[in-house]
């Protein structure tokens, strides 16, 4: 609850969520739950196990598309 007493709505979107779930991760990255689930298993997108439940850092997408980024500008300019 907000401090006006309603019920706060959380969305993928929220900043001040510190750890997303891997469908929010993959909404952020505009990609399918499977693919995300491959990032990770790759190592190519950061996670963690919280309890049993696989989370991602928000901040996780951001850094993943930063790296890619840097690799395609990269590649770019060596060919």
Known sequence: MD???T??????DDTTLVLLKVEE????LR???TTCFALIRAGDLE???VG???RVPAD???AYVARLRT???TARHVA
Do not use: W, Y
């Open 60 to 62: 996780a997408p951001a």
């Open 7 to 12: 019920l706060a709505i959380l969305t993928d």
């Open 31 to 33: 990609i399918g739950r």
């Open 47 to 49: 996670s963690v196990l």
């Open 25 to 28: 991760a993959a909404r952020r």
């Open 52 to 54: 049993g439940l696989r």
């Open 71 to 73: 690799a395609n500008h």
């Open 3 to 5: 401090e006006h007493g």
